[in-house]
């Protein structure tokens, strides 16, 4: 769900998708009555969850927003949707109303949470000497009174995914109207700390495209930090390193999918362990925190070349970092990892739940075009800790803004010290 190219943190966590130009406004009451409906039958025909009255409690509530309709707004309709998917307590199954088919305006600004306190990470041009301030306020609120109010309606497995989403949410304008947070649907002033100064700014909302185009400008480029290696390469699926001064090789991987027009993740892996054989590193780490997902099935070419060579499979040698991004198929091959290698799982735990959805699909109202992912198969991948909502890490190493305002990435540098 995530096309602009531009790698998370590099200028954070932006929650936006979609190509066609947004039919919201045409809308008429009959419209918004057929989307309703299409998305109503294909969650009670089609979704899939472990937990019981959850697709009654939502067919209700679809019910419930027909008869509204009238007298609503299309973004509080929108939001409406948004609210009510997440009642299905899924984190495959969400409107996310960053798409473009939405049509909501944003602030020029992306945010990223570090130890609970929000930063801009990056901002358009104009706007480049607030980048590296931590937002205070957000219209009528604190930070962690919006925050509070967001999560309500934010479909997720646990509440890592409020962190990992949550900023991107909060730069929505109609989002923050319809939650009270704001007055109004295209403006909001928010306030921010930056060098011992309180500075109180009020945006316009921007639309897709005039928020998309920029120019931005990231933390990294403003007051020209390294940037850390796992931030270095952007467009690969995946990528490695050899770091020789400590003999380590480090793979990179962002998506579980096969990329076009380059090597399939079997061959990859094939040519990646040929160059391991040849330098017998002394450790492997294998970096998830991008990867939001994917088909978990390919990942076992990986899990199969660490099993194949003891010398290399042994405590201490095998290491994954994790993170808030980590998600679906990804949070799956860290749980092979962990059960079937001897790998060390250091960093933040992912935003998935080991033990509920096993497939998801995308749906496409027919009116709006808005897209709506799903759950159409469950699993139990762990039965053994039915109690978990997480894949928990060995060694927690949740991300600094100290670290990052200094391009250090403190889950690898804890790995090559050991």
């Known amino acids: 769900m995530k096309t602009l190219m531009i790698t998370v943190l590099l200028i954070g966590a932006i929650h936006l998708s979609g190509v066609s130009q947004t039919k919201v406004a045409q809308m008429s009451t009959k419209d918004w009555e057929q989307d309703l409906t299409y998305l109503q039958k294909k969650i009670k025909r089609q979704f899939k969850t472990f937990i019981p009255g959850l697709k009654e409690k939502f067919d209700s509530g679809i019910e419930a927003l027909k008869r509204k309709v009238p007298e609503l707004k299309p973004y509080e309709i929108s939001c409406e949707i948004m609210r009510l998917l997440a009642l299905l307590k899924d984190g495959h199954t969400e409107l996310n109303v960053g798409q473009k088919m939405v049509g909501f305006h944003r602030l020029p600004l992306s945010l990223y949470f570090f130890e609970n306190e929000l930063y801009i990470v990056a901002a358009h041009q104009k706007f480049a000497e607030l980048i590296g301030g931590k937002i205070t306020h957000i219209g009528k609120y604190t930070t962690r009174e919006a925050f509070e109010k967001l999560k309500q309606n934010m479909s997720h497995d646990n509440p890592v995914e409020f962190v990992y989403a ?17 007055d109004h649907t295209q403006k909001v002033t928010v306030q921010i700390e930056r060098n011992g100064q309180t500075i109180s700014r009020t945006f316009d909302g921007l639309d897709y495209n005039t928020y998309r185009e920029g120019p931005w400008t990231n933390y990294f480029r403003q007051y020209q930090t390294q940037t850390p290696l796992y931030l270095s390469t952007q467009g690969a699926y995946y990528w490695h390193r050899y770091l020789a001064e400590k003999k380590t090789m480090y793979l990179n991987w962002v998506r579980i999918n096969n990329q076009k027009r380059k090597p399939s993740i079997k061959r990859y892996i094939g040519k990646l362990f040929k160059e391991i054989d040849a330098l017998r590193p002394n450790k492997l780490v ?31 040698k095998i290491w994954v970092i994790t993170g808030r991004r ?11 990892l962990k059960n079937e290698t001897k790998a060390t799982v250091v960093g933040e735990p992912g935003r998935t739940h080991p033990n509920k959805s096993d497939n998801n699909e995308v749906m496409r109202l027919p009116n709006t075009d808005f897209l709506i992912e799903y759950t159409t198969r469950i699993k139990k991948h762990l039965p053994k800790h039915p109690d978990w909502d997480r894949i928990p890490v060995d060694v927690a190493i949740p991300p600094r803004f100290d670290d990052y305002k200094q391009g250090k990435d403190a889950a690898l540098a804890y790995i090559l010290d050991k």
């Not at 970096?287 to 499979?313: E, T, V």
């Open 326 to 336: 980590t998600f679906s198929a990804a949070s799956m091959a860290c749980v092979f």
């Open 286 to 316: 294998i970096d998830l925190r991008l990867n939001n997902g994917g088909n978990y099935n390919l990942s076992r070419p990986l899990i199969s070349a660490i099993r194949a060579r003891k010398w290399l499979n042994q405590p201490g």
């Open 166 to 182: 949550g900023p991107g949410y909060l730069v929505l304008t109609e989002l923050l109207r319809y939650l009270g947070i704001s």
